[in-house]
């Protein structure tokens, strides 16, 4: 686990995302010179990688193009990749609700599904054995839906204020969820990022566009490893 950036600053970050704030942001429409029964047929024929998390996922304060979901888009398109990301970040989610709304989120087929839930619940302070009941119930939900679905869960961290014990346990529920499991992990999502006030936002507390930059590198250096080229 590579070390943390000053408390003070994570706690920042994890403020905002309690907040319960929707990113005011659209998808751009796809443009009117390619057709539409070849885009459908394109999209149709792309698999999915579905990012399920709060605001960090949805790019709060930021253009949708932006996020850490669209640059990764961008990465596999520019690599001959044949996939189709699709951003489903809600900003406030907290676990809880997170496992109320991923029937809904699951009614599309997912090959790729991205898990960034729980820094809500740790700022809150619920207890451990309830947030990590709720992202294993995502977890099993999602592999009742296709078996075949990769996961991938993305590990956050809080800062002490909380208690010492508590913030150790809240540490360990991502990777010791991710063995029990078997599903890859990305050790901290904001590594990197947290803490720089550069490569955060004016309010200090969500990253700008170079700082999700750098978030992308930290997913797709997992991600990659799950996904495949067609032909390979």
């Not at 686990?1 to 600053?9: K, N, S």
């Not at 579905?50 to 690599?79: C, H, K, V, Y």
């Amino acid at each position: 686990m590579r070390t943390l950036r000053p408390y003070f600053c994570i706690f920042l970050v994890f403020l905002l995302l309690s907040c319960g704030k929707t990113a005011d942001k659209k998808a751009e429409q796809t443009s009117a010179e390619t057709p539409e029964t070849e885009t459908t047929a394109e999209v149709e024929d792309k698999n999915v990688i579905l990012f399920f998390g709060n605001s960090l996922t949805a790019g709060m304060g930021l253009e949708l193009s932006e996020a850490f979901p669209a640059r990764i888009q961008n990465r596999l398109d520019s690599l001959g990749y044949n996939y189709e990301v699709v951003n489903a970040g809600l900003s406030g989610e907290t676990t809880a609700s997170g496992k109320n709304r991923i029937d809904w989120v699951l009614n599309q087929e997912v090959d790729v599904f991205v898990l960034e839930l729980g820094a809500n619940d740790g700022l809150r302070g619920i207890p451990i054995a309830e947030t990590r009941e709720n992202l294993q119930d995502i977890i099993d939900t999602v592999r009742e839906k296709n078996p075949e679905t990769k996961i991938i869960l993305a590990g956050m961290q809080i800062p002490p204020n909380m208690g010492e014990d508590y913030t150790t346990d809240f540490r360990n529920i991502f990777p010791d969820l991710a063995e029990k499991n078997d599903v890859a992990l990305i050790p901290f999502l904001l590594e990197g990022v947290a803490g720089d006030s550069e490569l955060n936002q004016q309010d200090g507390i969500h990253p700008t566009a170079e700082g999700y930059k750098i978030v992308a590198e930290n997913v797709w250096s997992v991600l990659k490893k799950q996904v495949e080229k067609e032909g390979q």
